[in-house]
């Protein structure tokens, strides 16, 4: 007989730890330093004032990517309960640190997320791209408009503006770069594939905008703003869509043109691509049951998200945004279009899940224990030392805010720790509430233009070497200012004919 060995079985052996020495302990400087050495403030609770350690500690972590922001949030919910900030009672902080995952919100981006996985899986989001690019691909502008159109099809029902710009509309944009022998480690990127990358990446922002359901931080913006105003402004799917609708559209219209006028590409007539995406829709086949399955909850959804049985039938009618979300993936898994174990493998969603409800408990702490509050009103006395009218005091808040992104790596990050502070300086210093909230709700997406790590789907497109770091930086700042000016104007003069303000 072969001897038992007797070998350790240990696979951590050597290896190293499953944080970021450097990143780890300054996040733990960080939210020590705020603990112990900096006196609470006059007007702030202990209580209160030991929470925003532990929660810059976590954003500082975020930002350093000291661990994932999933396995970061697991450990920012063990101190909150652990430490007892928000209760005296071990089983009410277990249940404060737990309670935002009872948020509807959180799950409504989460099956969203879900729900997106039968476009990648079907190929309906790739069908519709070389659709578009079939039909107005014979120039090279036609096919980036082709890309934004696509982007703004899929953009209701992918809150992954990840997987939607480099999963689904970037493999098609490199598909027709190469058609063209445009490829960097040619070094003929300038043919035609860098206008198309950036025209790829900066659809993906101003589509973002455009749907609360567009990427994952949009419903924690929806929260903040909730939590901020006493719940008298609750952003509804309908009332955000149709706010950013305008100039959502005008930003997408002028967008490749700037680019174009940025970065001209060398060829400018492709008669070829619309046979290059006719040749690939015969490829894929006629359209598949999946994908008219897939069409027609996107219909639905669509439909319940926009409150169209209560416009028709009355109030009595309506579904909730969330209701909606578990109706479409129902849907999708009886008709067999998804499987379970399509769902159980989805891990961005539950990792959603998991980061959301962390982050929104603690945000939502922070307010109830009057920490934002104190904060909004330090920054309106600062601002309204200026002498400035509410208008520009709000538009100084306003960049102040979108232009910090430079600083971060992660849009939630920046939501979470910046939002509801700038937003009630905002109404402190008199600005209206509701065009405020969707201008700030504007700026929160506006911000991916800046940089190549300024959300995921930037380190996907960049990554692939059309632009070089410098022109990326510049096409990012120049196309904030327009999208800024675009909804400052447009937006401002489309919320007064609603009613908005």
Do not use: C
């Amino acid at each position: 007989m072969r001897p038992v060995s007797h070998v350790s079985a240990d696979s951590t052996r050597g290896k190293p730890m499953g944080f970021k020495p450097l990143s780890t302990a300054i996040a733990v400087a960080i939210g020590l330093l705020i603990w112990f050495v900096i006196p609470v403030p006059q007007g702030v609770t202990p209580e209160a004032w030991h929470l925003l350690a532990l929660f810059v500690g976590t954003i500082a972590a975020i930002i350093g990517k000291a661990l994932p922001i999933g396995a970061l949030s697991i450990i920012a919910v063990a101190l909150v309960a652990l430490t007892g900030v928000t209760s005296n009672t071990a089983a009410g902080a277990i249940g404060d640190a737990l309670s935002s995952f009872s948020n509807s919100l959180i799950w409504l981006i989460g099956v969203s997320i879900m729900i997106s996985r039968g476009i990648i899986k079907t190929g309906l989001g790739a069908r519709i791209g070389y659709l578009f690019i079939a039909v107005w691909g014979k120039k090279t502008i036609g096919i980036a408009y082709s890309l934004a159109l696509s982007e703004l099809i899929l953009a209701p029902v992918t809150p992954s503006n990840t997987a939607r710009g480099g999963g689904i509309i970037h493999p098609i944009m490199r598909a027709i770069a190469g058609s063209y022998d445009s490829d960097p480690e040619q070094g003929t990127q300038g043919r035609i594939g860098r206008f198309l990358a950036l025209t790829n990446y900066h659809a993906n922002p101003i589509t973002s905008a455009m749907f609360i359901t567009a990427t994952a931080p949009n419903p924690l913006v929806v929260k903040l703003i909730a939590d901020a105003t006493g719940a008298q402004i609750s952003l509804s799917w309908g009332t955000w869509a149709l706010a950013m609708l305008l100039p959502g559209l005008v930003g997408l219209a002028l967008m490749p043109l700037v680019i174009y006028r940025m970065y001209p590409p060398e060829i400018k007539s492709t008669p070829n691509a619309s046979q290059f995406a006719i040749q690939r829709l015969r490829e894929m086949g006629p359209i598949t049951r999946g994908e008219v399955i897939m069409f027609g909850v996107f219909g639905v959804l669509l439909l319940l998200w926009a409150g169209v049985p209560a416009m028709v039938f009355g109030a009595g009618a309506a579904v909730d945004p969330t209701t909606t979300a578990f109706v479409g993936l129902s849907l999708l898994l009886l008709t067999g279009v998804l499987t379970w174990d399509d769902v159980i493998r989805e891990k961005s969603a539950w990792d959603t899940i998991v980061w959301f409800g962390a982050l929104v408990m603690m945000a939502s702490f922070l307010n109830k224990l009057g920490l934002i509050g104190w904060f909004a009103q330090s920054l309106e006395r600062s601002i309204d030392q200026l002498g400035m009218s509410w208008m520009g005091a709000s538009a100084l808040l306003m960049l102040a805010y979108l232009y910090a992104h430079y600083m971060f790596a992660s849009t939630t990050a920046h939501i979470t720790a910046m939002f509801a502070a700038f937003y009630g300086a905002g109404l402190a210093l008199g600005a209206p509430a509701l065009p405020w909230a969707l201008m700030m709700a504007a700026a929160s997406n506006i911000m991916m233009t800046l940089t190549h790590y300024a959300t995921g789907t930037s380190p996907v497109i960049f990554g692939s070497g059309y632009t070089t770091l410098g022109e990326w930086w510049k096409a990012g700042f120049v196309m904030s200012v327009v999208l800024i000016v675009v909804w400052v104007a447009v937006g401002s003069a489309w919320w007064k004919v609603l009613g908005y303000w």
